[in-house]
């Protein structure tokens, strides 16, 4: 089991992610990624959008959190081993974002993109990220959902 800190970055009503592609196309999710020992989830969450983003956030508060163990959900194929705790943090950019810049792309990151807020991305994970955004005045947990 592992820990991963995720980013929640909004501006002018759009969402930062992470695009990856497979057989089936395009997939979103929130930049961010693996704690590494003796690092806090700040400091985890600084370092991820620095190699995936190319850019340096400012993290802020805490707003959910959720379990994801690979076995159970779409992608078992490639995450069946995979049992992860995974919290979600407001953040808001403080350098431009310059994927030039990034320093170590997820495995199949294609680019980074800003979605839309109102126009809801199918294959954007965690499936229930657009209701848990209306929800960000208090904290969620989530339990083990996709």
């Known amino acids: 089991m592992r820990n991963s800190a995720k980013a929640v970055i909004i501006q002018e009503n759009k969402l930062l992610v992470v695009e990856k592609a497979d057989a089936d196309g395009p997939w979103f999710l929130l930049p961010g990624g693996g704690q590494e020992f003796g690092e806090t989830l700040p400091d985890a969450l600084k370092r991820e959008c620095m190699e995936e983003l190319g850019a340096s956030v400012k993290v802020g508060k ?75 005045d208090s904290f969620h947990y989530y339990g083990d959902r996709n």
Request: one cysteine or more; charged letters at 25%; aromatic letters at 12%.
């Open 62 to 136: 805490m707003v959910f959190s959720r379990e994801y163990i690979g076995k159970n959900h779409e992608f078992a194929h490639t995450d069946s081993g995979l049992h992860q705790v995974e919290f979600y943090f407001l953040c808001e950019l403080v350098s431009e974002l310059d994927e030039s810049k990034a320093s170590l792309p997820d495995e199949n990151q294609t680019g980074v993109k800003w979605l839309d807020l109102g126009k809801p991305e199918p294959r954007l994970y965690p499936s229930f990220l657009m209701d848990a955004l209306q929800q960000l």
